[in-house]
């Protein structure tokens, strides 16, 4: 979905339909709408995952705190830099974005994430988060398939 670590640390559990595959909640940052529709695999990992206690959040301390993004990117720095990887989180979202914006129209792109977009009304938006399905295909046709069994990662496209 082309989410910033800030946005991952705030998703909540009530914004998931995991039977319709979407996800419909507002970035905490700007409280603009965001949709998505969600991949298989995404689906399930939401729903492997235990819930702690009474939190809203799906992302949670092992005592049901929020995590701090900031604290989320040292992981990911520690995890990257383990794996040999050279990618900023940053880059993630901009791939994500990059390959919507070649493949969709500029209103499909700007949906999916989560920009202002001069004419659609919130309401609208959150009734219908299936206007961001060409979206989520074109970045899982660039990154995906996402798996474990994946031995070759894949940027845009190529293999690594």
């Known amino acids: ?28 940052k ?38 701090n993004a900031s604290s989320k990117y040292d992981t990911y720095k520690t995890l990257r830099d383990n794996a040999g990887v050279a990618v900023p989180f940053s880059a993630i979202r901009d791939g994500a974005y990059t390959s919507v914006a070649a493949t969709c129209d500029e209103k499909t792109a700007k949906l999916f994430a989560a920009h202002r977009f001069g004419g659609l009304m919130d309401s609208y938006v959150e009734r219908r988060p299936l206007l961001v399905k060409p979206a989520a295909n074109a970045v899982f046709e660039a990154y995906g398939p996402l798996s474990p069994a994946t031995s070759t ?3 845009h496209g190529a293999s690594l």
């Open 30 to 67: 700007t409280k603009v709408i965001r949709i998505g529709c969600l991949w298989p695999e995404t689906i399930a990992a939401v729903q492997a995952l235990p819930r702690k206690g009474q939190s809203p959040l799906l992302f949670t301390s092992q005592t049901g705190v929020r995590f």
């Open 153 to 155: 990662p894949r940027v």
């Open 1 to 28: 979905m082309a989410l910033y670590l800030e946005d991952i640390c705030t998703l909540r559990w009530e914004d998931f339909d995991l039977a319709a595959g979407t996800y419909v909640g507002r970035r905490a």
